[in-house]
Every structure is written in structure tokens, then in C-alpha cells.
């Protein structure tokens, strides 16, 4: 007979974590397929590879990108000193209509991560861009292969954070706030990202970062359009006139990979802009506000805000101002994400989805 932890911990994974994969799974349904082929010709046409590329053992990502294609091969090449055998990423856009959102900028995500990993931050190294789609037929850039296993989006209910002691998980969620705070206290103007936004209009990045969201919003046009605009004005009139740091923008827990308890990469920059730390740390409290299990179910629990406020803090951050504008923000970008990924989904699974989806209007909505 299973025990009382293994049957809560069965009920808590089938509420958070099927919804999320099913959330997971329609995105990459629609993701336009890129053959060894098209990857072959990129890699063959850089200035740094000499001759022939083969490319062998061409595979999925899993559970891993709802939004953006992701295709992981071996490449041999020879880069002029010597020839090597490597396992690479391929990440490019979608081509559907019914893709994640209104445009994808693959070559600005290529920068800020190029960006990052010249300043010391762990990111999968970029290493070729096809910025118009020249011969994948879709922009996209291919970057070395990062090892370790990123948790689930539901963090605190299965994966490497779940499965940790509670030291090491401790030592991990350092981790996880030790390179937060590198990336929010990098150099913008010497990594030459002064300028960097997410291309909307705007008086400045972050102004342009709510914009694009809506924008989205106006495209994939859903039936609860209306009940979003509110929340958009409110976002544009109360918005605080901070001073602008880099923002990694989807900082979920499931974006940064472990390997034996060790942080070895921060993945998906696509919705990084220039921003504020708030908008990042919103976002994983929120994370770990919905998706813990339930108190009376024994299992581990997430840490609360304020600790994981504090943690940041003694991590080298600062301390948050506005936060509870930032929780507005980062629900505000969920719900986008979410309603463009249900409206290619059956009303059924639809309404399966709903305590998900809720949870997030419900933040919003402040009820």
C-alpha cells in the first residue's frame, strides 16, 4: 500500500504537472520541422569550419521548449585545428500561425546570450546565427550542448530541486540566486546591450517589454480580449521609473539546469529585455506560490517570498522595490503565453486547464 507522502505527491504532480506538460506539448506541436540538411549547410558556411560537416544522432528536446523549435544532434567539423565531434542545439523559430507569439527575434536572443556568456554568466555558448532564415528557412542559431536536467515547471513536486537533501537544495537555490544576481548587475553598456528591448513601441525597454506582450495579446485576439485591457493600462500608468538592468524575463525554475546539484546552465533567453530583477524574482514567486504542494501533503515546500527575497538579497542583490507591481507584470505575461497556447487546444483540454490558467487571472485581478 503506498503511503501517505507517495499518494499526495502522485495527487499534487497529475494537478500542476500534467497541465503544464500538455501546455508544453501543444507549443511544440506546431514547431516547423529543420532537417540535418538545413543544419549541415549553416554549420559548412561559417568563416571558423573548413570542408565537410556531418551530422549525426538528431533528436528531440523533450519537455523542453513550449515556444521556440529545439532540435539536439552531434556535429563532427573542422575548425582549422583539428577536427571535432560535439553535441550542439539547434534553436530557431516557429513557422505556424499557430505559434506562441506574434514574432520571434532570434538574433537578439543570440546576442544577449552571447553577451552573457562573455561576462562568466553559465549559458550554452552561442555559436552560429542564421538571422534570416538563409538556410534553415526559419531564423535560428545553434549553441553547444548544456549538461545537467532543468527542473519541471512545477519545481517543488518533481525534478532535481524536488529530489535534492534539503542541504543540497539549499546550496542549489544559492546558486540559482549567486548567477540572478550576475546577470541583473552585468555591465549593460560594456556587453553592449544599452539599447537592448524587445523591439515594440515605447519610451524605453520596459515600456516596449508591456507593449510586445499586448501585442501578442491583439494578435492571437481570444475571447477574454477585453478582460485584459484594464490590466495592460494599469501596467503602462503605474509603471515605476527605475533604472534599467538586464532581465532574463522567463526566469522560471525549469530554465535553469542542474547537474549533481550543481547549476550548469541558464537556459531560453528569448523573452530576455532590459527590466529589473523584480520582474525575474516575481516570476519564480509565483512559481513557487502555485505550484507547491499542499501544506498537509508532508512534502517539501518551497521556500516563502520573503525568504526567497532574502536569499537573493544575501546573494549580492538588492533589496526589491515595487513587488507587487512586478507579480502584476509577470502574471500579466503568463496569461498571454498560456491563452496563445490554448486557443490551438480542444475546448476540453481547455477547460482541464482552467485551475492553471485561473490562478494566474486571479493575480491580475487581485481577487
Known amino acids: ?213 499586448w501585442q501578442t495579446w491583439e494578435w492571437i485576439d481570444v475571447a477574454e480580449f477585453s478582460r485584459l485591457q484594464p490590466i495592460h493600462k494599469w501596467l503602462l500608468e503605474n509603471r515605476p521609473r527605475d533604472n534599467f538592468e538586464l532581465m532574463h524575463g522567463d526566469a522560471s525554475l525549469h530554465n535553469y539546469m542542474f547537474q549533481n546539484n550543481q547549476l550548469t546552465a541558464v537556459i531560453d533567453w528569448e523573452m530576455s529585455s532590459l527590466g529589473r530583477a523584480e520582474g525575474d524574482l516575481a516570476l519564480q514567486c509565483l512559481g513557487n506560490k502555485l505550484f507547491a504542494a499542499p501544506v498537509e501533503s508532508g512534502l517539501p515546500q518551497p521556500p516563502s517570498e520573503q525568504e526567497w527575497l532574502d536569499d537573493y538579497y544575501r546573494a549580492g542583490g538588492r533589496q526589491m522595490k515595487n513587488f507587487d507591481y512586478y507579480k502584476k507584470f509577470s502574471a500579466y505575461m503568463v496569461v498571454v503565453a498560456i491563452s496563445s497556447l490554448q486557443r490551438n487546444m480542444p475546448d476540453e483540454q481547455r477547460q482541464a486547464q482552467a485551475p492553471l490558467i485561473n490562478a494566474f487571472w486571479k493575480e491580475l485581478e487581485g481577487g
Open 1 to 213: 500500500m503506498r503511503d501517505h507522502h507517495s499518494g499526495a505527491l502522485e495527487s499534487t504532480k497529475e494537478h500542476a504537472s500534467s497541465m503544464l506538460k500538455s501546455v508544453i506539448a501543444t507549443g511544440k506541436s506546431v514547431v516547423h520541422k529543420i532537417g540535418p540538411l538545413q543544419i549541415r549547410r549553416l554549420i559548412e558556411s561559417q568563416d571558423n569550419v573548413d570542408g565537410a560537416v556531418t551530422i549525426e544522432n538528431v533528436r528531440s528536446s523533450g519537455e523542453v521548449g513550449a515556444s521556440s523549435g529545439i532540435v539536439i544532434f552531434t556535429a563532427t567539423y573542422n575548425t582549422g585545428a583539428g577536427t571535432v565531434t560535439s553535441d550542439l542545439v539547434l534553436r530557431h523559430a516557429p513557422k505556424s500561425d499557430a505559434r506562441l507569439f506574434f514574432e520571434y527575434g532570434l538574433a537578439r536572443e543570440f546576442t544577449v546570450q552571447k553577451a552573457a556568456a562573455l561576462s562568466g554568466i553559465p549559458v550554452p555558448e552561442p555559436l552560429w546565427l542564421d538571422a534570416e532564415g538563409e538556410f534553415l528557412s526559419v531564423p535560428g542559431y545553434i549553441m553547444r550542448f548544456a549538461e545537467g536536467v532543468a527542473p519541471p515547471a512545477s519545481a517543488w513536486v518533481g525534478g532535481p530541486l524536488f529530489e535534492a537533501s534539503p542541504e543540497d537544495r539549499k546550496h542549489m537555490i544559492r546558486q540559482i540566486m549567486d548567477v540572478q544576481v550576475k546577470i541583473h548587475t552585468l555591465d549593460i553598456e560594456k556587453a553592449g546591450l544599452k539599447n537592448f528591448s524587445m523591439g515594440a513601441p515605447g519610451k524605453d525597454a520596459f515600456e516596449q517589454a508591456i507593449h510586445w506582450y
